[in-house]
């Protein structure tokens, strides 16, 4: 079989044109636009490079999205200071902090110090419990993104067996919550666990966010599954060309699988979608809009489940049969 | 084979005897002494006996221990009322409001209510929060003591197949961080989930947690696993008397694992003994008392590594072979 390559791109594009009416109408109805602030720590490329795409689309969909350039070697206590200010700000509905800080700050003390009502990455403590707790909050954008590509995908997820490969904050950990509360079955694998093939090859989807090119092979899927590459690795081709690719080697995968996402184009444009429904959420939820909360939220809740593209999981594995 | 029994009642009393040395020691040093303050809204009998094998262990190891005992029709406010009491009174470190709570109080705003410094359950969204993310914190009772028994017979985690059954807020989601922090590939696994029975063969070890009681069966073990059973379940016998019983169907269970815990006598008193390390760790913590800290913090670290009771995994999968 060929897997079908899902278009994270288009899903994502999708999702921000809902994200783009509800703010259109917000500012109808109650005359106001949510606004994103992102702060950025030195010039570290790549965080430049998504700074300044989560900007640009944060502006696409209609927020007013304001960008605060520290020098790298800012002291923690400025920092916080502005964290403080953008707390305080009413017009400031959600505070990203681009990761990773330099080595002289408490990138912990930073994260705990953004207003968790704002905290649109969903990192802070606070977020991350409610979240274990099964309790309303701001998730993180990557665990959202990917739990939405799957159910694009497979509408029931109910009692499939997952396994996660690595076990970060940002991703392993709160997907493995995600999923859990979806009926999934997780296991939370990492690099270093026994039998990592042998493990794949029971799972009916599998998640690769352990930073490792190409970990994943063509031997270790079992057919049918569905495979999410969170991995974003830069490596270099035979001619010295720098690429990006996955964690999953896509073209031995996709020879099992029925569904793959490809690197890039595949979970990295849903990140960001979800930092901007998340700002959408954090400015109705923070506002107390609850007519507004209850039309909108609906509306987030269901970007969830996508609508066309849905297909069972049964019928994936049939089409793997 | 026959499984040992891993008696958690003495594991617990010597747990136990560390803090009251260590609470000696505060005293002596530093002149003052832990407080814990119990809450109990209602008169549920269950709930009545734990609040005073609580308050009675904690008078035992030297704490200061206070009960406050409210009528089931208290009103909530009333009980924020005085939580907030509590967190501001100085000679109070820990604060327990036990579950469950009666229906017209909100469970998770009283939860949030309490200072999460003093929060010695682990159960405020911060500390929940801060184990997911690997920080410092106040982590749940039942799991740290399910951690203790399970490496008071298994020197190194790493690398070990770990199913958990039940994903409870309380039991089966914080053992799965702390497990999966110890090296552990852990399962998440639910009493729905598909082929319960031939996801625990494939386990080293199998926490059972699902409140069911004789759930697990002596044909889910793999020869050698180690076996913690998590679940109180109140049945008749044939004679209609009441008698606790575990989640495990202890007999048969025992004639294929390596080391199991009994209901009771198992994971329950490692329970009680847990809150009282936690309630010495909040009042250190709190007080800032870094040479004490360095000193008993240790010792606590230590504690979940016990012993004399110590032996390898292999050596329990040895004598499987």
Redesign the interface.
Known sequence: MNAIAVDGKTIAEKLRGRIMNDVAHLQVEHNFTPGLAVVLVGKDPASSVYVRTKARQARAVGFKSQQFLLPSNVDEAELLKLIKTLNTDDSVDGILVQLPLPGHIDR?RVLEAIDPAKDVDGF????????????PCLAPCTPLGVVHLIKSVARDL??L?VVIIG?S?IVG??L??LL?DA?C??????L???NLPD?CRKADIIVAAAGCAGLVRGDWIKLGAIVIDVGINRVFDSTGTEKLVGDVAFDEVRRRASYITPVPGGVGPMTVAYLLANTFKAAVSRRGLSSVTRHDVRHIESLSGASTDNVSVQFALDRAS
């Open positions: 912990w802070h403590p606070y977020n991350i419990g409610r979240l274990a707790a099964g309790q109910s009692g067996d076990r904050n950990k709160p493995a919550v859990g009926g079955t997780v296991t939370g694998a990492q270093q666990t026994r493990i």
